[in-house]
């Protein structure tokens, strides 16, 4: 996969400016090979425990699904941080 420079310093951004929650969003662009991420779009994370885990707004999902549409790009991933927790599955 390869990652745009911006897209890597928004995400960046986005998961600094959350801390201590996790920041999460969605990924855009166009699946490969190679996969390429073209932009991202932050969502809200309504996880019950914010610092410990994520989850998608679904409304957010489906907007920022519309929005890559519109840009002609496609929804390939999602992003997440770990401020409090390992870095591992």
């Given amino acids: 996969m390869q990652l745009a420079a911006s897209v890597r310093e928004s995400i960046v ?3 600094l400016e959350a801390a201590p929650k996790e920041a ?3 990924l855009g662009g166009r699946t490969g090979p190679p996969a390429t991420v073209q932009d991202s779009i932050r969502t809200p994370n309504v996880a019950s425990t914010p610092t410990r885990r994520f989850e ?3 409304e957010a ?7 890559f ?5 496609e929804l390939i991933g999602f ?3 770990h ?3 390992p870095n591992e599955p």
Avoid: F, M
Avoid at 61 to 67: D, H, N, V, Y
Avoid at 69 to 73: H, P, Q, S
């Fill in 83 to 85: 401020p409090n927790g």
């Fill in 56 to 58: 998608i707004d679904p």
């Fill in 13 to 15: 951004e986005h998961a």
């Fill in 69 to 73: 549409i519109e840009k002609g790009v």
């Fill in 24 to 26: 999460c969003g969605l």
């Fill in 79 to 81: 992003y997440h941080s």
């Fill in 61 to 67: 999902l489906l907007a920022g699904r519309e929005t």
